[in-house]
């Protein structure tokens, strides 16, 4: 007989379970599609209740929506960082802002199975480009325009805001649609926010 204490039944924190449900919703769309999420599936997959995942998430576009705004937090934070690494330096912190959010995007397979459903690979998806992207657009350019803030800019706040609306837009439409490796498009983005703002 064993005498090492069995480890005590810790109960899954709310936010780690999320994440959890959120990541098992994640492999099955990048596998087999979002047809194919179901509550009851992800119960199976991470060991919970089919009740419990209803009370953690909610309805299927309740879990449309979870996920998508967790990828929309991990774009944002690459943002962020990018900013806060070059105080002093805009158009550095513009480059280093696309070529992050675009490496990411180069290598994630969510928003790979996203933009395949535009073409048709999966309509249940679409939604979840469509009914998010205000979401995406609105918290990144309020993201990048608070810390925009932080700098010399000579320019009208209306007209600064054109310009941060249009970096931001340039930089989503190559997430949705590369033409170059990351750190060329970030370079060309930069080059164009640069003649804008000088």
């Given amino acids: 007989?064993?005498?090492?204490?069995?480890?005590?039944?810790?109960?899954?924190?709310?936010?780690?379970?999320?994440?959890?449900?959120?990541?098992?919703?994640?492999?099955?769309i990048t596998s087999e599609?979002?047809?194919?999420?179901?509550m009851a599936r992800l119960a199976d997959e991470v060991g919970v209740s089919r009740q419990t995942v209803y009370n953690e998430i909610g309805t299927k576009a309740d879990l449309a929506e979870a996920v998508v705004l967790r990828?929309?937090?991990?774009?944002?934070?690459?943002?962020?960082?990018?900013?806060?690494?070059?105080?002093?330096?805009?158009?550095q912190a513009i480059r280093d802002s696309a070529r992050r959010v675009l490496k990411y995007a180069q290598n994630n397979a969510?928003?790979?199975?996203?933009v395949s459903a535009t073409h048709g690979a999966d309509t249940e998806?679409?939604?979840?480009?469509?009914?998010h992207a205000e979401s995406l657009l609105v918290g990144a350019k309020m993201v990048v325009g608070e810390r925009v803030a932080?700098?010399?800019i000579d320019l009208e706040p209306d007209r600064l805001d054109a310009v941060i609306d249009m970096v931001v837009r340039l930089v989503l439409s190559h997430v949705m649609q590369p033409s170059a490796d990351p750190a060329t498009t970030a370079d060309d983005i930069a080059w164009v926010a640069e003649r804008v703002l000088g």
């Fill in 1 to 28: 007989m064993s005498t090492t204490p069995s480890a005590p039944t810790q109960p899954v924190a709310v936010g780690r379970l999320r994440d959890r449900l959120c990541d098992a919703a994640v492999v099955v």
């Fill in 33 to 38: 599609g979002w047809a194919r999420v179901t």
């Fill in 71 to 91: 990828e929309l937090d991990r774009f944002l934070a690459g943002v962020i960082r990018s900013f806060d690494e070059n105080p002093t330096d805009l158009i």
């Fill in 110 to 114: 969510l928003l790979h199975a996203v």
């Fill in 125 to 131: 998806l679409l939604p979840l480009l469509t009914t």
């Fill in 150 to 152: 932080g700098y010399r």
